[in-house]
């Protein structure tokens, strides 16, 4: 609908009621038109009203153990739990007393009836090869697998690093982790050999499932030499590197702890009983930026997080045994854990996975993709959709996509130019759109749409999911008004949340409980409008969402000064049109040191090396000092600003040395 109702919003009214936020908050704050779900998708939905979801919502607030009891049931339990919750802040207890596996879940108890033969990975190589997996084939690969865990000793509560391409292996690799009770941690292939050294000495993992390399965009990525960097000289925990043959280029093979994937296929069988875990037991760890330079382990546990990937599958992606469902997530982030490999497979549908890169060999190769299967239900992120805007029309024009019957987004704000071209150009006007916030730390949906019943409109994420008591608050934890800008928490127990940071209990509480008394803080700022549809407006902590990636700058600043020449850095994000936000490095050189240019293009190789290309600076400023306070505090709110290319506006009057921002300003002192 309809311009008329955009034109009537009063973008004067609504710039004054709340403060500015984020690069595209001003179209965020006008935008207000309305997109109702059609009868046709809502009639066939599994939740086909908003009076629907409003009952389903009220039950799981007022009376959690009765709505999640229930829904709990659709997992297949080797032993029943006899209570749903036990809740002594910050600790959670889903499910007490239950047993289950969740490799169980996923494969086992579908090969009873028809899905054994169904595709439960569609896998497309990004040179084109094409492989599919039936559940029955994954399931045995799964096994074979679990037992070559278990020829290296891998035991229960063993951690188990996955650092791997894009392929079905990883998968494999995961859920044989699962099928023993053994916690992955699976590493993003963008990561360095340093930061894989970091994770493998914070877990103690034994050993490392890798391959030899992967493809990106017609390039290898030399994934065992990282790991093999990431070993070298160091006294490590991990005893066995296994290495799958993907790439097929030379690589080290060290003697006594690097094992071929495909040989030790030749020494295992196909049987592998699952391990039933208690509900709690832990599941996996995935590191995540936060505002220290050292990344998190997050730790998810089993019964809960696997319900909540499932329900949130079955909910809000409305899953079918006939859709090819295709979440453009790396499978290292927690996007690909939870809705590329555990709530589709926990459901029984058929998940598509993609090796390579959008504009790999062209700009189409989505398109491609979503026409050759007939994708029904699609999910990426708003940094791709602002690309594909940018390379053009004509390379969707090129391909049916009329397949398409539910379209989703996550990782950053989208905003409405690009939810509207999303709409109307890739899914035909007619299918409805997802907008999903959520976090590594929530395991699964948070504030979504639900497709068959939700009203939308670009830019919003609309409404708390099931168990999701959300609410937006200022820093004496009062609900503050209508558009107004305040803290987004969660004010009660889900099932998928996480329960602890690895080794750190005391971190866990500071990070996420602390703010609020017995309320979990989110670390985004929102909004909610008149109708309460909730509107994200970004991190406020110091945490940067580049390209829909978490990224600490205090992280990007410890790399900055591992490097000779830097004194000190501060680093901060700037809007960018594409990726959401950039990186703006702030550095004073060491006595003697000139800065110049080509320190600067250093400074950025030197944090791609420590950290991975996923944190490459755009942009390296020097001078002679930094604004800080009189304390001694770095003035973020300034860099901010100058990074943006704004004046400086504010309080600048306890800045210890005024020249400083003019020289910044001016581009730094070279
Ligand atoms: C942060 C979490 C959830 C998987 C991908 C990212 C931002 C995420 C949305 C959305 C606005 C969003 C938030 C959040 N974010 N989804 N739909 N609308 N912002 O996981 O790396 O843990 O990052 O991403 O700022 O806190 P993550």
Request: some cysteine; hydrophobic content about 40%.
């Amino acid at each position: 609908m309809s311009k008329k109702a955009a034109a009537k919003s009063s973008p004067k009214k609504a710039a004054k009621t709340a403060p500015k936020a984020a690069s595209n908050s001003k179209s965020l704050m006008t935008e207000s038109r309305v997109f109702k779900p059609s009868a046709e998708f809502s009639k066939k939905a599994r939740i086909s009203s908003m009076a629907q979801y409003k009952k389903m919502h009220e039950e799981s607030i007022k009376h959690p153990d009765k709505f999640f009891g229930r829904e709990a049931k659709e997992l297949h339990w080797t032993k029943p739990f006899t209570k749903v919750l036990d809740w002594k802040c910050p600790n959670a207890k889903w499910f007490i007393g239950g047993k289950l596996n969740v490799s169980e879940n996923c494969l086992d108890r579908h090969l009873d009836g028809p899905r054994k033969s169904k595709a439960a990975l569609i896998w497309e190589g990004e040179p084109g090869e094409k492989r599919v997996l039936t559940y029955q084939q994954l399931h045995r690969e799964v096994c074979r697998f679990a037992n070559v865990l278990k020829r290296h000793k891998v035991k229960k509560g063993d951690r188990v690093i996955i650092y791997m391409p894009m392929i079905p292996e990883a998968a494999i690799a995961m859920l044989a982790c699962t099928r023993i009770g053994a916690m992955h941690s699976v590493i993003f292939g963008g990561f360095s050999a340093e930061s894989i050294k970091d994770r493998v000495l914070d877990c103690g993992a034994k050993i490392i499932i890798t391959a030899d390399g992967g493809y990106r965009r017609g390039a290898v990525v030399p994934l065992k030499k990282n790991v093999d960097d990431a070993l070298k000289g160091k006294d490590t925990p991990v005893e066995t590197v296994v290495v799958y043959k993907r790439t097929g280029q030379d690589v080290h093979i060290e003697e006594g702890r690097d094992v071929w994937w495909h040989r030790e296929l030749e020494y295992v069988d196909a049987r592998c009983a699952p391990v039933a875990m208690d509900s709690e037991s832990p599941l996996f760890i995935l590191y995540t930026s936060g505002s220290t330079g050292k990344p998190k382990g997050i730790l998810h546990t089993t019964g809960g997080y696997l319900l909540h990937a499932q329900m949130t599958c079955k909910y809000v992606f409305d899953l079918r045994d006939d859709d090819v469902y295709w979440c453009t997530a790396d499978i290292g982030w927690v996007t690909g854990h939870t809705y590329m490999v555990y709530g589709p497979l926990a459901l029984g549908a058929t998940s598509l996975m993609f090796e390579g890169a959008p504009n790999w060999p062209e700009n189409d190769r989505f398109w491609k993709i979503i026409e050759e299967y007939a994708v029904t239900v699609f999910y990426t992120a708003p940094t791709a959709i602002r690309a594909f805007m940018k390379w053009g029309d004509e390379w969707l024009k090129k391909h049916d996509l009329s397949s398409l019957r539910l379209l989703g987004t996550v990782g950053e704000p989208i905003n409405p130019e690009a939810w509207m071209w999303y709409h109307n150009k890739v899914g035909g006007g007619k299918c409805p759109i997802v907008d999903t916030w959520w976090q590594t730390e929530t395991g699964g949906h948070m504030i979504t749409p639900i497709p068959g019943a939700t009203p939308t409109t670009p830019g919003t994420a609309t409404l708390p999911f099931f168990g999701v008591d959300a609410a937006i608050v200022d820093d004496l934890g009062k609900e503050v008004g209508v558009n107004e800008q305040g803290k987004l928490v969660i004010r009660k127990p889900w099932p998928s949340m996480l329960r602890g940071i690895w080794g750190d209990k005391k971190r866990y509480q500071d990070a996420y409980w602390s703010d609020f008394k017995g309320w979990y803080f989110a670390g985004d700022g929102a909004r909610r409008d008149k109708q309460g549809n909730f509107w994200i407006i970004g991190r406020i902590d110091d945490v940067l969402n580049v390209a829909g990636h978490r990224l600490g700058t205090a992280e990007v600043e410890s790399a900055l000064v591992s490097h000779p020449a830097v004194a000190e850095a501060a680093v901060v994000g700037r809007p960018d049109e594409m990726k959401g936000q950039g990186v703006v490095c702030f550095v004073t050189v060491k006595e003697g040191i000139k800065s110049s240019r080509e320190l600067g293009e250093e400074l950025k190789k030197h944090v791609r090396k420590v950290i991975g290309p996923v944190a490459t600076p755009d942009e390296v400023r020097f001078a002679a000092a930094l604004p800080k306070t009189r304390s001694g505090k770095i003035m973020r709110r300034l860099l901010k600003q100058i990074a943006a290319g704004e004046l400086i506006k504010g309080d600048t009057t306890t800045l210890e040395d005024i020249n400083v921002i003019a020289q910044l300003a001016a581009g730094g002192e070279d």
